[in-house]
């Protein structure tokens, strides 16, 4: 038996067997093959390589400091304006709660991101950032984007090198992956025209490796990009991990209209988030680790990704924060405990293995 019927996917087979790196495009023929199966029996060959059948997952919870956004990217259904009724800002005593709730709940990670808040003075993440770490020693500060990091260079008028020190002295252990959003010109400042542009975002992922920090990348896809969009989203990421050989996981994440300025879309199908999950494992071959987000891809879809080239499925998200829920794609819904997350990989045919942030082993507690 062949195996596919798309002679290309044949061709490209071969190369992947190999160990050879994918062009441009063969990225763009991996999306538009018809042969579901056979594009997902090759990603899964790469992943089971690298991983075998572990599959990740940590506890972890999300905080959002702050919804208070001087940007407005047409996908956010987040963003407040600072005189909107609804708009918040977390004091830091609010945020050693809920960290002290997740370290109780058994979370080793905070995530931390918000909106780009003109009105926090720069010593309001040091003082977040080091009163959760004379607290909560052990627990893990994945925090604030490269969009943050730029904007916070620019407003408050220091170097990019002094704000990541100064952050990391802190106590920032690494940096999650969100705003890269899509990096092709001109999709993205379609969509988020006062973000720093894809090149910056680069820049910045590079110094925060440097300064020895790993973080992740995302790439939001389903809105008004294409194809091509996507593939050179994946190229670029693959050129600046040869560079710094920082990022440790990607993540796609699929386009939620509800509640966004681009609402009138219908956001990708369960096909669509497959072929990316296995495309970006396929194309991204310097990338360890692809997630599986279940939040936004759904808890159904995101198991079957588990043979599509994903080894991790992210967290518990004890409690996800004012902009997963903006994201969620199942009423809402945030939260999964450890046994529902074990249970989710171990029937899909998986070793399900407890992580921390960097992917060190963690032994599992009770659930």
């Known amino acids: 038996m062949q195996f596919s019927f798309d002679t290309k996917l044949n061709s490209i087979a071969a190369k992947v067997e190999a160990g050879e790196r994918l062009t441009f495009d063969e990225g763009i023929a991996l999306y538009k093959t018809d042969d579901l199966n056979a594009l997902g029996k090759l990603a ?28 407005d ?49 720069f010593a309001y993440y040091t003082d977040l950032f080091s009163s959760l770490k004379r607290e909560f020693p052990n627990l893990h500060l994945k925090a604030l984007t490269m969009v943050e990091l730029d904007f916070m260079a620019r407003f408050y008028k220091m170097s990019d ?3 990541i020190e100064r952050l990391k002295a802190a106590g920032m252990d690494s940096c999650p992956g969100g705003g890269a959003e899509i990096f092709a010109e001109p999709t993205r400042s379609r969509i988020c025209d006062h973000k720093c542009d894809g090149n910056r975002w680069l820049e ?74 296995a495309v970006s494992r396929l194309m991204i071959d310097n990338f360890d680790h692809i ?45 999964m405990s450890r046994a529902e997350l074990i249970t989710m990989i171990e029937n899909a045919g998986f070793e399900a293995v407890e992580r921390d942030t960097v992917y060190n082993r963690v032994e599992c507690q009770a659930a």
């Open 44 to 71: 899964d060959f790469v992943r089971r390589k690298k991983h075998g059948r572990t599959t990740y997952f940590n506890v972890n919870r999300h905080f959002n400091h702050t919804n208070i956004c001087v940007a």
């Open 73 to 121: 990217c047409k996908f956010c259904g987040f963003y407040r304006r600072a005189r909107q009724e609804d708009a918040y800002t977390h004091s830091i005593e609010e945020g050693i709660e809920i960290a002290r709730n997740a370290v109780a709940e058994g979370a080793t990670e905070l995530h931390i991101v918000g909106g780009l808040n003109s009105k926090l003075p």
């Open 161 to 163: 090198e002094e704000v």
């Open 204 to 277: 910045l992922a590079g110094k925060v490796h440097k300064a020895g920090l790993k973080t992740n990348a995302t790439m939001l896809y389903g809105h008004i990009e294409t194809i091509e969009d996507r593939v050179d989203h994946f190229i670029k990421l693959r050129q600046q991990q040869d560079k710094t050989d920082g990022f440790q996981c990607f993540i796609p994440l699929a386009f939620y209209p509800n509640g966004t300025a681009l609402s009138s879309l219908p956001g990708p199908d369960a096909i669509d988030n497959l072929k990316t999950i």
């Open 291 to 335: 997630k599986a987000y279940w939040v936004m891809l759904g808890k159904h879809t995101a198991q079957t990704a588990l043979h599509f080239g994903a080894n991790d499925l992210d967290g518990t998200i004890t409690d996800g924060g004012e902009l997963t829920e903006s994201y969620a794609v199942e009423n809402g819904e945030v939260k």
